[in-house]
């Protein structure tokens, strides 16, 4: 075992163990973040909705009503600052019932004192002048403009970019095995290859985070909630405009359309409690399209290039679960169930601020350096990709022809940090559209083993011991051998 120390260790690295890398990184401190997985954002993270969420579902009162607003706010100030992407829709909460017009109002009045500006209720006219593709069953509106959709796993990685760029360091594949207590303080973090020294821990573990308090010696209860999402193909991309959401229910924001950063449309989630399979069933599938065809009518399931169930961390009594424990050093960020991305980059501030207040010395940096985006196809103009062609031609090799990326983009996602077939997918989203990888998949195995110079055979899809889809390994091997 390889002995270390950090001021702060960090359990887990999805959207809110890396907002919480990035904050901390502000400041001239050593932070190490442990993560179970291959690379960051692969829990609950990657089958995000996606949404940057209006504050008007919870209370001010409430973890999530404070932070969704405070979070809303933060991803402006973000967006240039780590150069992330935010497709800024607006929200409209559709009633179709004379009995919801009321519970729209009440939705409305919470919003405005969470800090939401410029709520409107719509008529019906208005509504669907906004977007015709509602059903002309629908009779009126909440329309929130701060609403947006983003790309949370890159989101993720754009937080871990600018925290790694600044100082803070990240284990994969290193779950951690125990929590050692002393004198009522957390004192020690072992990881499978790692013993970290350290006084201050904070547990951002996800659907494990009852796993990892329990290694502290607290009790947590955090139940899976499984939710189906299918991503439409992109003829379906600019049928509606904003984010199209029913009444929420008591457990769920219900079934909605969303008009993803990438202009794909998805739609889902379901909400099954207690279930942590991440396998989509025919049952899901009916009621997510039953329900949005409700909405929506032109969307049915015809349209289908991708589908897959998220995981959320659901909380027992169904708020955040955030702050600090009765063992010394050892900190919550537990429960970040919707609207968790959302609040992810406030929660950090608020729990970096909670630990100061309780003896963590931190002097705030003078400067930052700047995380640089990586550059993308889509966003160059002819000169400027002639240009690059001249000096690197493989900028000019596409490999994957759905979503149009190039060579170069698969090297630079390797060079920051990609060592698997789902590492480059989320980095760069090949694979992502309508063939999902068949073409490019074996193309992609070449260059990871190339750049990485290792043997194709060490390249999985996401991790030890996976297999890598949809083809066996040994016939992808054949395959790219007999290219």
């Known amino acids: 075992m390889k002995e270390l120390q950090s001021d702060v260790v960090i359990i887990g690295a999805g959207i809110v163990g890396t907002a919480l890398a990035y904050e901390l990184s502000h400041y001239e401190l050593s932070v190490i973040v442990v993560e179970k997985e291959a690379d960051v954002g692969w829990g609950a993270t990657k089958a995000n909705s996606g949404i940057i969420h209006a504050a008007v579902h919870d209370l001010p009162s409430t973890f999530k009503g404070k932070f969704c607003s405070e979070g809303n706010k933060l991803y402006r100030q973000l967006e240039s600052e780590l150069g992330i992407k935010l497709r800024k829709t607006g929200m409209l909460m559709v009633a179709e019932k004379e009995e919801q017009l009321g519970q729209l109002e009440k939705i409305k009045k919470t919003g405005l004192a969470c800090g939401e500006k410029d709520l409107e209720i719509l008529t019906k006219e208005e509504l669907l002048a906004k977007e015709p593709a509602l059903s002309p069953h629908v009779l009126a509106g909440l329309y929130a403009p701060s609403a947006a959709t983003t790309a949370p796993y890159q989101l993720a990685i754009a937080f871990f970019e600018g925290a790694q760029t600044n100082g803070v360091k990240f284990y994969f594949e290193e779950p951690v095995r125990k929590l050692k ?198 966003d160059l103009g002819e000169g400027e990709l002639a240009e690059l062609i001249s000096e690197n031609p493989s900028w000019g090799k596409i490999v994957c022809r759905c979503e149009e990326v190039t060579e170069a983009e698969i090297i630079e996602a390797i060079r920051r940090g990609a060592t698997t077939l789902d590492g480059i997918k989320f980095r760069t989203r090949l694979g992502m559209g309508r063939c999902q990888g068949g073409f490019c998949g074996p193309r992609v195995l070449s260059i990871l083993a190339r750049e990485l110079a290792v043997d194709k055979r060490a390249i999985s899809k996401k991790g030890q011991d996976t297999q890598i889809a949809p083809l066996t390994r040994e016939q992808l091997l054949e395959e790219v051998e007999g290219q």
């Open 181 to 378: 207590i002393k004198n009522k303080s957390i004192d020690q973090v072992e990881t499978t290859n790692f013993n970290i020294s350290t006084k201050f821990v904070i547990n951002a573990a996800g659907v494990k985070a009852g796993e990892i308090a329990g290694l502290a010696g607290c009790p947590l209860t955090i139940k899976p909630r499984a939710g189906e999402e299918y991503l439409l193909d992109k003829s379906y991309g600019d049928l509606v405009s904003h984010l199209i959401f029913p009444l929420p229910t008591l457990n769920s924001k219900g079934i909605l359309a969303i008009p993803t950063v990438d202009h794909n449309l998805m739609v889902g989630p379901t909400a099954v409690e207690g279930l942590g399979s991440h396998a989509t069933t025919d049952e899901g599938r009916e009621e997510v399209f039953r329900s949005i065809g409700k909405l929506l009518p032109q969307i049915n399931s015809q349209g289908t290039i991708a589908s897959f169930t998220g995981v959320r961390p659901a909380p027992p009594e169904g708020d955040f679960i955030i702050g600090s424990t009765d063992v010394g050093g050892f900190y919550l960020a537990a429960g970040m169930e919707s609207p968790g991305l959302t609040a992810a980059p406030a929660v950090a501030k608020y729990l970096v601020a909670k630990m100061q207040e309780d003896g963590l010395s931190a002097t705030r940096k003078k400067e930052m350096k700047k995380r640089i985006p990586p550059l993308r196809l889509h």
